[in-house]
């Protein structure tokens, strides 16, 4: 016979209720996004808009026909410049931005996972990684909705799969998902493009993207939506920053946030809407490309057998940047303080940065983190590096642009502007740093994001009185 709670003694019920409240207290500190309040602004939307590769010292050329991005300048809060983390590279940033911790935490170094060889060949790295394989801290969207509220992404990057985003119109489309058909059903691309938007423009891909954002604003009005454009990106690599090719880009890029404005205002949505533009890295004119691999090849680190590339260690470059592994697990000590030698001094090379530095450049202890280099290789500017280990170690000239230096240099410097609900007009902030993108759109959605290195900005929310919900 089983007895209800009146039925036993007092003794054993307070006991058993102690347990219960005992084993309740254990479950909430072990969840990663501990809830301790409810008070989500479920009436808010903030709208997050990265503008892959656009520089802040583009803003200041008065040339620039930027309209939109100005009057958003005038009108709202805009900074002088925001700070990115290292590497200076797209899928780094984005995660810094939604995260508010650096590459030390999140783990994520290249556009993708870096996946380790085990017969000494070159690391890959796999684009198509899961975002919980990838990303090692939580997103403001996992908060977001673990708190109830809706999230969508266009374009956005380290976030394949995601299991916290309501709605999702991701780089490589596929037709038999929900917006995918909505926007084939409206006539605006075919089942057929999106089955092939690889071939396409990077222009005519940005106009896409633009109008999977505001179907998704339109029909379904999420509480965060983030928004990524390419455009600008490919061509300042193409044909260098400030390019007229560059120029076009970002005029172009302006319309596209002009109607992601006009169709917060046409749904009535402005009086709860705000609307984040930031980008991920600035970029610099490149003249010469440098290929560490080939000193490998020469000293007998990398070898070809059977027309394959093997060896004791290789270099992974991100621009201008480059990431040393080194293959050799037992000789590893050695091989990197080899390759240190090897290194320093060498034509293009501003810098060699060993792990010790890494706690203050922010990559992740090559001890502890499968993704985390042996040691970084720094470019002096006009230089960047290249992965090839054939050839020359120097290439003949180079044109065009790049990005991935470290993170001081004033040409990697972002964008931040911010407009609309909760925003106070025309206030104008120094540098930021982009760890602090995070912690502020929490704020505006009634959310508080703990053990970030970033800081909520205090022009944006100190005026907002509205109680938050706590994550851990």
Known sequence: MKCSHS??????????????WIVLSLVLICSPLLVLSANPRKDR???LISLDGFPAYALDDARLPVPTLRRLAREGVSAASMRPVNPTVTWANHTAIVTGVDASEHQVLFNGLLIRSEDGRQPTVDAAADKARLVHAPTIYDIAHEAGLT?????????NRASTITWQFPELPDPSRPIERELVADNIVTAEQLRTYEDSSQAWQDQIWTDAAVRILEEHKPNLLMFHLLGLDDANHEYGPMSHASLTAMALL???????????EKQGLSGRTTVLIVSDH???KVEHTIRPNTLLRENGILRESAGTWK???WVLSEGGAAMVYVTEAPRKKEVVSKLRTLFAGKEGIEHVHGAEAFPRLGFPNPDKSSQGPDFVLAAVPGYMFSNEPEGDYSGPPTEGGTHGYIN?????QAIFLAYGADIPHGVRLGSISNLDVAPTIAKLLGLEMKQVKGHPIEQIVDHLAVPAVTTK
């Open 45 to 47: 939307i903030v709208v």
């Open 408 to 412: 001081d240099d004033p040409e990697m």
């Open 7 to 20: 039925q036993l003694p007092i003794s054993q019920f307070l006991l058993r209720r102690w347990f219960r």
């Open 282 to 284: 600035g970029f610099r």
């Open 254 to 264: 302006d319309s596209r946030v002009k109607r992601i404005l006009d169709v917060i």
């Open 151 to 159: 999230t969508a992404q266009v374009d956005w990057v380290a976030i």
């Open 311 to 313: 060896g004791e260690a």
